[in-house]
């Protein structure tokens, strides 16, 4: 029902070198960054259910541009990859996540984009290899130089945040699982969607400092769910630190572990360290620190795994009911793959196979929410 047909021609993977750079090109780029910007103001701040149909739209918008305007290689990789944030929007705020245990939350939720990343390298024909950059000659050391950041790194995060212990007390074994996620889940998942992918892709269109500088600050707006002032200039900071590392090793492996150990450091040891030395009155606050990692705040991630946040966002009937709002795209997409099916041989419409290809990625998601929409109801109508 949902088959890719046919396939956009794709270049090999540009260095950040920046040649011709044109005022649409800034233009182009920079609203779309500035698009992300509204929309994950709106999810964090504004309405949860208007940013999820802002992500929504943005995303049709990107693509429909991508297939329809005459774009150079390097731009439309940009815009791309640009298209991952607001399809993390959308696909990691729209599924019902208070069905699974609330432990796995985190790496349920950072599956989705490493399984977004994926697909786009997939479809890109990219090279993993060549993004991660992985080397067995200067792993040790690359892993050395992430430790040396990320411990001054999260110790800063602390600071500023200054998150409460998850757990009462002290235990490796939650001190082990944490590092499990952070490294291989939320390190991972972040560095290679904002270093590996948008960094090098606004790089190859602006030069290597302004991609760094573009990715940072994407980086940044991708925490506005913190609601946080002082948080949105250290992960702007942050941002640049590890790009830079990436920039300067050409290698995945510092920014992640740096990455890693920033968030360990920040809910795993400095909090039980303070109670240690300092004895703080107040208790543990499980939501705090841990679940807020998903980069959303703490009332946003715990809210999410709730069966309110779900009925109120994908079944209410007042206001915007973005479950409606979803089922009706996915039937236009539906709509739109069969009846261009039988043209697709026809050299004149090169333009519906790039479209059929790109909305196909929107489809398979639109469809896995609407599955988790059904499954949501008939469970809720079995259990009453």
């Known amino acids: 029902m949902l088959q890719t047909t046919g396939a956009i021609a794709e270049g090999k993977r540009l260095e950040p070198v920046a040649v011709g750079l044109s005022r649409w090109q800034v233009l182009f780029i920079g609203g779309i960054g500035v698009l992300i910007t509204i929309c994950e103001w709106v999810f964090a701040y504004q309405n949860v259910a208007y940013g999820i149909a ?33 399809l993390y929007i959308l ?39 060549q993004i991660f950059g992985f080397s067995k000659e ?12 990320g411990i001054p790194l999260g110790i800063g995060e602390y600071l500023v945040l200054h998150p409460a212990p998850t757990f009462p007390t002290f235990e490796v074994k939650y001190l ?17 969607l904002f270093r590996g992918l948008i960094q090098q892709d606004l790089g190859a269109v602006f030069g290597w400092k302004w991609g760094l500088v573009g990715a940072s600050l994407l980086f940044a ?28 090793t050409k290698s995945l492996v510092a920014p992640i572990i740096a990455h890693g150990i920033n968030n360990v450091m920040l809910v795993s040891v400095l909090p039980y360290l303070e109670r240690l030395v300092s004895s703080p009155p107040y208790p543990p606050q499980i939501w705090s620190s841990f679940i ?20 109120t966002t994908f079944g209410s009937d007042m206001g915007l009911n973005i479950g409606l709002v979803a089922a009706a795209v996915l039937i236009s997409l539906l709509i739109f793959l069969e009846l261009t099916t039988a043209s697709l041989q026809q050299k004149t419409v090169a333009t519906l196979g790039r479209l059929r290809l790109r ?5 398979w998601i639109l469809f896995i929410i609407f599955i988790g929409m059904v499954y949501t109801q008939v469970a809720m109508m079995i259990t009453t």
């Not at 082990?176 to 290679?192: C, T």
């Not at 998903?294 to 309110?308: D, G, H």
């Not at 909305?359 to 489809?363: A, L």
Request: neutral net charge; glycine residues 6%; contains cysteine.
């Open 54 to 86: 802002i992500a929504l739209g943005l995303v049709i918008l990107i693509y429909t541009m991508l297939s329809t305007l005459h774009l150079e290689q390097k731009l439309a990789n940009c815009a791309e990859s640009l298209a991952l944030i607001p």
């Open 91 to 129: 696909f990691t705020s729209s599924l019902p996540w208070f069905f699974i245990n609330q432990e796995y939350l985190l790496p349920a939720v950072y599956a989705c984009i490493l399984g977004l990343v994926a697909w786009h390298i997939y479809q890109k024909h990219l090279s993993l290899k």
């Open 138 to 149: 200067h792993f040790l050391k690359y892993s050395l130089i992430g430790l040396a950041i």
């Open 176 to 192: 082990f699982r944490d590092m499990a996620y952070m490294f291989l889940f939320v390190g991972m998942g972040e560095e290679l």
């Open 221 to 248: 707006v991708m925490h506005l769910t913190w609601r946080s002032i002082p948080e949105l200039g250290f992960v702007f900071l942050a941002g640049f630190i590890l790009g830079f590392l990436y920039w300067k």
């Open 292 to 311: 807020s990692f998903a980069s959303f705040s703490t009332s946003v991630m715990s809210s999410m795994s709730t069966m309110t946040y779900y009925q």
């Open 359 to 363: 909305f196909n990625t929107v489809t």
